[in-house]
């Protein structure tokens, strides 16, 4: 019987005393050859779904000691910025309580099932066994670290902020480079929104909020800001940092680097100047 093996998340634990931890979920390139064998279109069908190298973007801010989860897993396989129940019954074989949420419907559930270019992905449907199989080795290992993180940050510190990083296809010019997604105020506070779209305009970035990305299952489950614990979604316009191929390293990539890792010390500075003040 064939086994379906997937990567759990690699954990960079902090070395820094800034209440910020990194997630990136969508940049997983450790595809096993079960996956590629179910996929109708090959490999090439399925890449496409990646973040492309927002794991390396991430470099600078990991070295300076942040902690960061980081998928290992491809977004194909099982998708860590989306609930347990975000799946569509067509691509795994289990019923789905009420509607099919909007992203599932659209074919980017927990197991992506189809895309505009390629239409369906998969041979066949996902058994449940499978797909539990999925969940626990790649999907729930990657929440409990998220999770473990921010309650470390949060008892040694009072708060933490959780920085979900993302790219975005290329948009129409005109529309922003960068995307802060806070749930409509729902995942982190008005002060720590600002705050993010001060720092990508100080780095020359044009920057909106929740249009239109909101923010997916990450930062909805892990943002409390009434508890001080602060996730926003960052989605990056992949032409800030790709080449021409939108796949390898562009000109851009340093300066995304680096605004990454001033998000990360101007964000953590302003909350612990926040508990130091609430101190007083």
């Known amino acids: 019987m064939e086994s379906f093996d997937l990567a759990g998340p690699i954990i960079h634990p902090p070395r820094n005393a800034l209440p910020v931890l990194l997630s990136v979920p969508h940049s997983g390139r450790d595809y096993p050859d079960w996956l590629d064998r179910l996929a109708r279109h090959g490999r090439a069908s399925l890449e496409p779904l990646e973040d492309p190298l927002v794991d390396r973007l991430a470099w600078r801010a990991i070295a300076d000691g942040t902690g960061a989860v980081v998928a290992r897993a491809p977004r194909a396989a099982v998708d860590c910025n989306r609930s347990e129940m975000e799946l569509d019954p067509a691509v795994v074989g289990l019923p789905v309580a009420g509607k099919l949420g909007v992203r599932a419907r659209g074919g980017l559930g927990i197991v992506p099932g189809r895309t505009i270019r390629h239409g369906l992905l998969w041979r066949r449907a996902i058994s449940p066994a499978e797909f539990e199989a999925r969940l626990d080795a790649a999907h729930r290992p990657f929440h409990a670290a998220v999770a473990a993180a921010l309650a470390a940050i949060k008892d040694e510190q ?13 948009r129409p010019n005109g529309h922003p480079n960068i995307v ?22 100080d780095h020359g970035l044009s920057v909106q909020r929740n249009i239109p990305y909101a923010g997916g299952w990450i930062v909805e489950r892990h943002g409390a800001p009434k508890a001080n614990v602060h996730a926003l979604q960052i989605e990056i316009d992949r032409r800030c940092y790709l080449g021409a191929d939108l796949r390898s390293p562009g000109a851009g990539f340093d300066r ?9 010390v101007e964000l953590g500075q302003l909350l612990m100047a926040n508990f130091a003040e609430a101190a007083e």
């Open 180 to 201: 802060i997604g806070d749930r409509h105020g729902h995942s982190a506070s008005q002060l720590i929104s600002v705050a993010a779209e001060r720092i990508a305009g």
């Open 158 to 170: 009072g708060g933490a902020v959780l920085l979900d990083c993302h790219s975005m296809p290329p």
């Open 256 to 264: 995304i680097s680096h605004f990454l890792a001033a998000l990360v």
